[in-house]
């Protein structure tokens, strides 16, 4: 049987980087990011990136440690409010910004992960999102066409998996994890439980092994954005 | 008398129903969830992916894979449910949703939106504030009625870029509650706060108006 499981995150990316490629990562803000996987990709030296994410990290973690190096050239993401060095970058023109609103770009991924071209949105209808796009009408209203995305390389973080690939995720860390689960050419995961065949109840899976090619155990800082209690 | 945000999300909570899903903005309307009467359930939608938001955490209770749409450490009531965020935006745009509030720069006669971006200034992104006033099946705007600079946000055209068109079914301010009229494609307004005049609304509002015969006070 094909061996999914990798030793260290370094390892797991060897041989899947090349300059200009497009990579997708799960996560929302710092919450289920493929932590390690990310400072793996830094660590390769790989250059313009087309990142699709969510968000963009922050200044010094997540997405922010590849800004900081300067190894992407352009983002894909509806929000990027909490990242300092993105603004400074964007601003000088050294970094291209597509904004996409955040289920279109959930639905572009889970769309290319399933082999659909594309599909057809009220979202955006009339802004500047609309802008040199498709538009049709369905039953007097008017959509928009959106692209599905396919990425060379695909990241996720989940709580369990095993080496089939099955992978689970846990509470608000799943967010865009299984999209971009079925979106990549190659898809690495990282998980804080490796489990053995069998622990995990087939019923409970989110992500079927299928759509996994590698996967490793790492330890998760898990940083916390915005700690709020009711203290 | 205007209102202040307290008063604002007291009356924009009087548009709950019981058994609702709702999806609050960041900012004001999430002082919404303070005026739930005990009597009724209502569900937060969370868009990463939580259906069912409950209060803050404890310190004991906070957890990193937790959060809210403002990244928020948060908790779940009973019941809640976790999805992906393909889920959680197909209930948004599907219509699943009942309810949206959220806060705007300028709401224009016709009930357009634009609350994302200022041109020349950094733009943070949209998130999921374009999915919402598309998919949403009521959607209700709570802010200020003027800017910071006193002048009018409803408007006759938006100026700046929009977030949705035709969207907008009610705007409550700190001195008046409007509502769409599907006919005549403009707000009416039916409920002033105390001691507010028809006149000071036509002073600060250059969107064309109309007016109920006997506007209420507001009551929170």
């Known amino acids: 049987m094909v061996d999914k499981v990798y030793s260290s995150p370094d390892e797991a990316l060897a041989g899947l980087t090349q300059d200009g490629m497009t990579v997708a990562v799960g996560g929302f803000g710092l919450c289920g990011i493929p932590e390690r996987l990310i400072i793996a990709l830094r660590d390769t030296g790989v250059g313009s990136i087309t990142a699709v994410s969510n968000n963009a990290g922050v200044d010094d973690w997540g997405l922010g440690l590849l800004l900081e190096t300067r190894q992407i050239r352009k983002m894909v993401s509806s929000y990027v409010g909490e990242n300092d060095l993105f603004k400074q970058q964007f601003m000088s023109g050294e970094l291209e910004l597509e904004f996409n609103p955040q289920g279109t770009l959930a639905e572009r991924l889970r769309a290319g992960g399933a082999g659909i071209p594309a599909f057809f949105t009220k979202t955006g209808v009339g802004t500047v999102i609309a802008e040199n796009k498709e538009h049709r009408e369905f039953d007097g209203e008017t959509f928009l066409m959106e692209r599905g995305i396919r990425a060379d390389l695909a990241l996720v973080k989940a709580w369990k998996g095993d080496a089939f690939g099955n992978l689970v995720y846990r509470k608000t860390a799943r967010n865009f994890n299984p999209m971009v689960a079925t979106c990549g050419e190659t898809t690495v995961a990282e998980v804080e439980h490796l489990v053995g065949p069998g622990e995990l109840d087939p019923d409970e899976i989110h992500t079927p092994g299928i759509f996994v090619d590698r996967i490793i155990q790492t330890e998760s800082e898990k940083r916390i954005e915005n700690r709020t209690t009711s203290g | ?220």
């Open chain 2, 1 to 220: 008398m205007a209102l202040d945000r307290n008063q604002i999300t007291a009356r924009a909570a009087r548009e709950l129903r019981d058994g609702y899903y709702v999806n609050l903005g960041i900012g004001m309307p999430t002082l919404v969830a303070n005026h739930v009467p005990e009597d009724m359930t209502v569900w937060l939608q969370s868009e990463n992916g939580l259906l069912g938001m409950g209060a803050f955490p404890g310190e004991e209770e906070v957890d990193a894979d937790l959060i809210n749409a403002g990244k928020q450490t948060v908790t779940g009531v009973t019941g809640h449910s976790f999805f992906s965020s393909a889920d959680s935006f197909g209930m948004i745009r599907g219509g699943h949703i009942d309810l949206a509030i959220l806060g705007a720069m300028e709401v224009s006669q016709q009930g357009d939106i634009a609350n994302w971006m200022i041109p020349g200034k950094l733009v943070k992104g949209m998130g999921g504030a374009m999915d919402l006033v598309a998919g949403v099946r009521k959607v209700i705007v709570t802010m200020e009625h003027c800017n910071r600079k006193g002048e009018p946000k409803i408007i006759p055209e938006c100026t700046l870029p929009l977030t949705g068109l035709a969207c907008i079914d009610m705007i409550i301010t700190d001195l008046c509650v409007m509502e769409m009229d599907p006919e005549r494609r403009r707000f009416r307004v039916t409920e002033l706060a105390p001691g507010v005049t028809r006149e000071e609304i036509e002073q600060k509002t250059t969107a064309e108006l109309l007016f109920a015969d006997q506007p209420a006070e507001i009551t929170a």
